[in-house]
């Protein structure tokens, strides 16, 4: 196997993956608990011969970024908190409503370096979700939400495979809340800690209050969905339910493809010293 030389790494404030990369070429790839920018630097520090490329969920690396709409090919901003070679990607920034994205950048550019014509909205499922509405390649605007940080909060755990557990629970709990939001608001305690069915309804609930509110994204829209299972299967399924056209990229060669975009760009285009 070649050997490795760049890093490409996402962090999101509970967990470090990391991949070992020969160009576009996986080498190894590693995924650890991390909830510190301190942690993520001292495991890196064995690397620290080769350049890391970081998708920084959390806003802990601060790497500012153009305000929307932006150009959505992504710039990275070199970390001066560590003796490391670690470039953060840049992220975007809004007024109105006042937000911003963050490391989501690189996989938006990822997306669109496969297929640079996309003109719709990719919607980033995580932790935090991330709406964003994308035409001529630029970030036009963008909307986000807290739904994967409250479903992990209330039903106690990180693993979210038991929201999948029950189909017809998820569905009518999802109608229920594009409905009547603020009924579904109401039901929330009554589920905290909820196994089984009751994660399902959980899931429903709080996927169906965000549809509600990012309906002005998804109605008569196409949606690439780019994220993990089982969130993302439940966001499509969700979407799909409204009549939405929904695409699935694969995320992991999203996010990678938008990181090796920018590393081709230091590495062959370097100002002096600025991959040492």
């Known amino acids: 196997m070649s050997a490795a030389n760049w890093i490409a790494a996402e962090y999101d404030g509970k967990r470090l993956r990391i991949w070992s ?6 080498s190894a790839r590693q995924e650890l608990p991390c909830g510190s920018r301190s942690a993520l630097i001292e495991t890196l520090r064995d690397r620290s011969d080769l350049p890391v490329l970081l998708a920084d969920l959390t806003g802990e690396f601060s790497a500012g970024g153009a305000a929307a709409p932006a150009p959505a090919n992504l710039q990275v901003t070199r970390d001066n908190g560590s003796a490391l070679q670690i470039w953060v990607a840049q992220g975007v920034t809004q007024t109105t409503p006042n937000a911003a994205l963050r490391g989501q950048t690189a996989a938006i550019a990822g997306l669109l370096a496969a297929e640079p014509q996309f003109d719709g909205v990719i919607c980033l499922p995580g932790r935090q979700s991330h709406w964003a509405r994308i035409s001529a390649g630029e970030i036009c605007h963008f909307q986000g939400y807290l739904t994967g940080e409250l479903l992990e909060q209330l039903s106690g755990t990180t693993g979210l495979t038991d929201a ?9 709990a999802l109608e229920d809340a594009l409905s009547r939001p603020h009924r579904a608001y109401g ?9 089984g069915a009751g994660m399902s309804q959980l899931a429903g609930l709080l ?15 196409m949606v690439a969905v780019t994220g993990h299972a089982p969130l993302a299967d439940l966001y499509s399924v969700a979407l799909q339910r409204q009549g939405v056209s929904v695409q699935r990229p694969e995320p992991d060669a999203a996010l990678l493809a938008g990181l090796h975009g920018a590393w081709k760009t230091l590495a062959e285009v370097p100002p002096k010293g600025r991959l040492h």
């Open 207 to 221: 996927i169906g209050c965000e549809l509600a509110d990012a309906k002005p994204y998804w109605l008569g829209e």
């Open 164 to 172: 999948t557990t029950d189909p017809d629970a998820f569905i009518a």
């Open 21 to 26: 990369m020969q160009g576009a070429e996986i």
């Open 187 to 195: 039901r929330l305690l009554a589920l905290r800690g909820a196994a």
